[in-house]
């Protein structure tokens, strides 16, 4: 008798210990009409995907697919299946900057923050639905770490969207952001931290950086206009030396800099002072080219943002809208050429959210991409620049269960991946519209 009570607690704890034990990860198997998995050189047929959880556990040919009894199926032998898409360059923050809505500066001046960040949730959901499944977001124009609360309701899962790499504030220098244009008197606030020197610079990155920045973002050139030669030229912003400071710092804590650089003296700042990826470079030269080939450097192009929002062809700005645009593309196509490292990137919120991502991967193309590889620059590569490989880009064992589906061939007609049908993130399916 005097073993009996530490026996019964040991059978208690014993039935405690099994009752808390979470059930198994759901497996849910998908049949595959046609697969492009974000990697191969080669669409494969009639696939099976077994996914457990929120990753995928296997791919195999549908004759050989050892079917887990109770799994839920998922039928999209009638589509094509593709990894989660990748825009690395977005803003949910900023709500399209058109003359006629007050702008750019109409995003800062007129709305509270919670306004904002209620439609930042917006903008995150409808990428989502478009099949983008991760975003890099590249600064939040002038509302703090709200991308970083984002953030933290997608992962908690209070609301959908995609996952998100967060880069917070930006930094800049004094005469080299918005707003502008108001009397001296007035300090206005601004889209970016603004920085003056090294020091500063360095400071500016730890702030943001122990504040939940996941890569840095720096604009390097500022304002652009039409020379007297009719060249495209933009006015540089922080210095090698203040880039310098930044990148030592970032690279430090295992993280990366992107750098928003049109063209000139600001973009080959931006390549000497070790930047990670250039944004936009709308006119990059030959020399420049064989340097980011050199250094690895990656190349985002948000070709589709600048077709927007054209002044009058017979002003100054309007000549510069156009320039930018000729420019642009003789750019993409050197790159192409020269095997720099490209990622999809769109400027969604400089263009209104309720327009279609898809609408960069013609404009790739247009400029020399295979659709195949503008689809890798939107899945496989982007994961390489995020050090995500093997996490998503990609549809493999391993990888998380981020899966879309479209009803024509994008390897045919990249404008197939205007309309995504079916989207899957970490496991979950958000929408299924598969005929
Ligand atoms: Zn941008």
Redesign the pocket.
Known sequence: MRYLPSLIVTLTLAVSVLSQTPPPPAVTVIRVGVLIDGKSDQPRRDQVIVIRGNRIESVSDAANAKITAGASTIDLSHSTVLPGLIDS???IF?QGEEPAQGGYDANILKYPLAWRAARATVAARRALEQGFTTLRD??TEGAGYGDVGIKMAVEGGYIPGPRLIVSTRAISSTGGYNLEGYAPELDMPKGAQIIDGPVEARKAAREQLDHGADWI?VYMTHRSWVGKNGELVSQPTLTEEELRAIVDETHGWGKKVAC?AYNGIGLQRALDGGCDSI??GLEITDAQIAQMVKQGTWYCP?LA?YYHDWAPADTPAGQRDRKRVSEHGISVQKAVKAGVRIVF?T?M??IPWTEAMAQEFPRMTEFGMTPLNAIRSATSRAAEMLDMVGQIGVIAPGAYADIIAVNADPLRDINALGEVAFVMKDGQVFKNQVK
Do not use: M, S
Request: net charge negative; no cysteine.
């Open positions: 360059h977005t803003h900023l590249v600064e973002k928003h944004e936009h948000t943002a990137g400027d919120g400089g």
